[in-house]
């Protein structure tokens, strides 16, 4: 072997072996995604919660690789074995693991909003069709083989093409826009509203939802950093970035939350949701206003959502993910500006456009989904099995078997 030939392979290793631990970042994500979801909802729905997380996360595995991931880059795994191996060292193959982790995040992300009382099969048979269509075909217009299809239309209107370094707006807003139309269709849990009150149900345990929100935060370096796909791209950038506005979101979410850890821990969240998109592209002082932003909008958006619009989003995934992601398309084309430290290329209209693009089509993609899954199997619980509670009445187990006994 030749030394051209073994500095490729070497360059290929260290790739495939990159994309590989950002792979696996990602997946443990998914534990926060449970640990986050079991917090925040009642005992009597702690096993529904983990159950649901694991059952979308399989059933995502299967079809992005066989629908998904083709139909988002034009990339087919029906092949032998040694022809997924030709193409530097199986770089294809990891690199769908590490796309996968993002388009499960999907249905973890809705799992939050319609959680205690959503039927279980049409909840994963929603989510596969996000995971297989919905999600993958705005992917490939973004980020994919359908690119020039609307990244021509918005850069001949604003001036560049929508940028989204790591997903602001191509998983999280598009995550938390599809709950919304879910949950309002739902409805809201048995007690939540009466006598057009509002009647708060405390949630089940706070440091499980802490530590959800701790999984999700060492994760989420593993979601921005390895977007870069290659070591050569790699970006002390975006570490810090993803650094900075986390702690916005904290440090802005504990005035705006009056020192609530529900919002504390949530506000790191909104801070690292709002942050994908520009991370590769903001001065890491703009990444910390960034971040603090979205932990105001999470505080007060969930207040508005809860009390004021009476939806019961559960985990408050709309305001999170769907409005902190918008804001996080728009914050790059605010603060990617040179003249605002960035690093340029990048436009207010355009990112606005792409941004609100986004939301349309996750909004009308949920609604189809979920009338017709509503005029036909049903998508909620009866009042009895509501109200025994998930993990009885779709598991027939709680998540303390010893206290049954």
């Known amino acids: 072997m030749d030394a051209l030939s073994m500095a490729t392979g070497l360059r290929n290793s260290g790739d495939v072996l990159f994309l590989m631990l950002g792979a696996v970042m990602v997946f443990a994500m998914h534990a926060g995604f449970a640990f986050l979801e079991v917090g925040t909802v009642r005992k009597k729905s702690q096993v529904n919660a983990f159950v649901k997380i694991i059952s979308d996360w399989s059933i995502s595995t299967i079809l992005y690789f066989l629908v998904g991931f083709p139909l988002a880059y034009g990339i087919s795994f029906l092949h032998p074995a040694g022809e997924l191996m030709a193409n530097a060292q199986g770089y294809d193959l990891v690199h769908f693991f590490f796309l996968l982790c993002f388009a499960a995040c999907i249905p973890a992300i809705i799992s939050g909003g319609i959680a205690e009382r959503a039927k279980f099969w049409p909840q994963l048979f929603a989510g596969a069709v996000f995971v297989a269509l919905a999600y993958p075909f705005f992917e490939s217009l973004i980020w994919g083989q359908n690119k020039s299809l609307l990244q021509d239309f918005i850069k001949n209107i604003g001036g560049a093409e929508f940028h989204d370094y790591a997903g602001s707006v191509v998983v999280h807003s598009i995550g938390g826009w599809l709950a919304l139309p879910a949950v309002i269709i739902l409805g809201a849990r048995t007690g939540r509203y009466s006598k057009g009150g ?177 005029k036909t199997v049903g998508i909620r619980l009866d009042k009895e099995a509501e109200f ?18």
């Open 198 to 374: 509002s009647h708060p149900i405390p949630i089940s345990n706070i440091p499980f939802l802490a530590l959800g929100s701790w999984i999700l935060a060492v994760g989420w370096f593993g979601f921005n950093v390895m977007s870069a796909g290659n070591l050569q791209g790699i970006s002390g950038l975006v570490a810090v970035n993803s650094l900075m506005a986390m702690v916005g979101g904290v440090l802005f979410a504990l005035v705006a939350g009056k020192n609530d850890p529900g919002f504390i821990h949530n506000g790191a969240l909104a801070g690292l949701i709002a942050v994908c998109a520009g991370s590769d592209i903001m001065h890491p002082l703009a990444a910390f206003l960034t971040g603090g932003i979205a932990a105001v909008i999470f505080v007060y958006g969930f207040k508005i959502e809860q009390e004021k619009l009476k939806i019961d989003d559960v985990l408050g995934v709309w305001p999170l993910h769907g409005v902190c992601g918008t804001w996080g398309g728009i914050a790059a084309g605010i603060f990617g500006y040179k003249e605002l430290g960035g690093m340029g290329g990048v436009t207010f209209v355009s990112q606005l456009l792409g941004s609100c693009i986004a939301v349309v089509f996750a909004l009308a993609c949920s609604y189809v989904v979920y009338t017709l899954l509503a």
């Open 388 to 405: 025994i509670g998930p993990d009885l009445a779709i598991h027939h187990i709680d998540a303390y078997p010893e206290d049954q006994v």
